[in-house]
T-cell receptor
Framework: GAVVSQHPSRVICKSGTSVKIECRSL??????MFWYRQFPKQSLMLMAT?????????EQGVEKDKFLINHASLTLSTLTVTSAHPEDSSFYICSARFPYPNEKLFFGSGTQLSVL | GENVEQHPSTLSVQEGDSAVIKCTYS??????FPWYKQELGKRPQLIIDIRSNVGEKKDQRIAVTLNKTAKHFSLHITETQPEDSAVYFCAASPPGYALNFGKGTSLLVTP
């Protein structure tokens, strides 16, 4: 399958700091990328849809000023958790959609964020 | 929006038996139904998918069936092996939209 790279895989930060997570599609161009959040033993919850060259679309209940998404190129989307708090600790995982007509979704390896 | 329900939440089978996981969806516009396998601490891996113009798809020991009228789809794993133990997620999406996931099924295959 297609390769989606996500970095960092694990980050520990102090409360109040910001953390940036990168998601790259390595062997295809992705006009759309998605950011999910996953709590232990739970499902993947969609946070936002990132479209190249335009503003991200956030799901209800997700603070756009807290979770900044930038999709500046067809192969890179970033999620910045601003002013992180302990409740933001979670597994964040990105995914990229393969171009039409395939449109399969491939996931990055995820980022485990721990906010102290 | 799309709402995906998945059952059962946990499933334990003996090695060699079959496992079936069922999902229902709410949005009749959904046309893409993938299944993912996620091992602990790892990314979800696409194992099989089906589109709404197909009723059944098979790949070795894994098969997926889709009933558009009833809005449900199922994953069938035959001749289960211990390495099949993982969490399985179904998902559905209308064209051009994000995937909505079921809550997952924790499958345990005992030797």
């Amino acid at each position: 399958g297609a390769v989606v790279s996500q970095h960092p895989s694990r980050v520990i930060c102090k409360s109040g700091t910001s953390v940036k997570i990168e998601c790259r599609s390595l062997d295809f161009q992705a006009t759309t990328m998605f950011w999910y959040r996953q709590f232990p033993k739970q499902s993947l919850m969609l946070m936002a849809t990132s479209n190249e060259g335009s503003k991200a679309t956030y799901e209800q209940g997700v603070e756009k000023d807290k979770f900044l998404i930038n999709h500046a190129s067809l192969t890179l989307s970033t999620l910045t958790v601003t002013s992180a708090h302990p409740e933001d600790s979670s597994f964040y995982i990105c995914s990229a959609r393969f171009p039409y007509p395939n449109e399969k979704l491939f996931f990055g390896s995820g980022t485990q964020l721990s906010v102290l | 929006g799309e709402n995906v329900e998945q059952h059962p939440s946990t499933l334990s089978v003996q090695e060699g038996d079959s496992a079936v996981i069922k999902c229902t969806y709410s949005d009749s516009a959904s046309n893409y139904f993938p299944w993912y396998k996620q091992e602990l601490g790892k990314r979800p891996q696409l194992i099989i998918d089906i589109r709404s113009n197909v009723g059944e798809k098979k790949d070795q020991r894994i098969a997926v069936t889709l009933n558009k009228t009833a809005k449900h789809f199922s994953l069938h794993i035959t001749e289960t092996q211990p390495e099949d133990s993982a969490v399985y997620f179904c998902a559905a999406s209308p064209p051009g939209y994000a995937l909505n996931f079921g809550k997952g099924t924790s499958l345990l295959v005992t030797p």
